[in-house]
């Protein structure tokens, strides 16, 4: 492989093995990009078989769980690259078409940006569009009020960075994404891609589906990197950036 292909980008698919088709769905839409990736699969050696055979099947490297935990598989999966950037897709999640390149395109514009975002397409456990977030460059800044907008499915990350701020905390079982992209936001400012980078499946087994408490996890977060003043003062602004992030929600859903 010569300098000009070379992989710029190391994209991590955690997975359990599980969901087969939502996998190759997966695989399928990163491979499809125009973008060089050294894809990397982390799953457990009791899907060992069904893993290994997608691997092949994608020209890509299929590595055993040292740890369970979506955190602990993406860390592993991250662990050594000397790419440029970084990234990780849910098995059940999709890239759209050339959005990796055009993410990794406003990384190489902008030298100084932790990492990349965009517009969020929400599908159904068919694949069909139920709505797409546009969320602004406004939904960085407002992340720290503990209201995320800012998808995951699409996003990319410089390496360098996240080797900074550290990888993704196994402790959280939610909002890992969530609390990297604050972590990343405390060191230097995010770029904002105003086109669809990436799908978010709604279905009845992701963890979004499955989360009991949706909002109490991701305030703990919040709080890690609140100043004191706006820890004080939280139960002031609390509601009400709640009501704005509702009002904002409705608007960048089309």
Not at 99 to 104: P, Q
Not at 126 to 133: Q, S
Request: aromatic share 10%.
């Amino acid at each position: 492989m010569d300098v000009l292909s070379f992989p710029r980008v190391r994209l991590v698919v955690p997975t359990n093995g599980k969901r087969a088709g939502y996998l190759e769905d997966c695989l399928t839409s990163i491979r499809q990009q125009r973008e060089p990736v050294d894809l990397v699969i982390v799953g457990p050696n009791g899907a060992g078989r069904l893993l290994r055979q997608a691997a092949e099947r994608h020209g890509c490297r299929f590595l055993v769980e040292e740890k369970q935990g979506l955190s602990n598989a993406v860390n592993q999966g991250w662990r050594g690259a000397t790419s440029d950037y970084l990234a990780w897709l849910g098995d059940d999640d999709l890239l759209t078409e050339g959005s990796l390149a055009a993410a990794r395109a406003e990384l190489d514009r902008a030298p100084a940006a932790t990492m990349v975002y965009g517009w969020l397409r929400v599908i159904d456990s068919a694949g069909a569009t139920l709505y797409t977030v546009r969320p602004g460059s406004f939904a960085s800044w407002f992340s720290q009020y503990g209201q995320n907008w800012v998808g995951q499915p699409g996003a990319l990350y410089r390496r360098e960075a996240v080797q900074r701020v550290g990888m993704l905390d196994p402790t959280l079982r939610y909002t890992m994404d969530f609390d990297l992209h604050l972590r990343l936001r405390q060191t230097g400012p995010t770029a904002y891609l105003p086109r669809v980078l990436g799908g978010f499946r709604v279905h009845p087994d992701s963890l979004t589906a499955t989360n009991p408490q949706p909002r109490e996890e991701g305030r703990r977060v919040m709080r890690r990197y609140l100043g004191p003043n706006a820890r004080r003062m939280e139960r002031c602004w609390w509601p009400v950036a709640r009501g704005i992030s509702r009002g904002w929600g409705a608007l960048t859903k089309i």
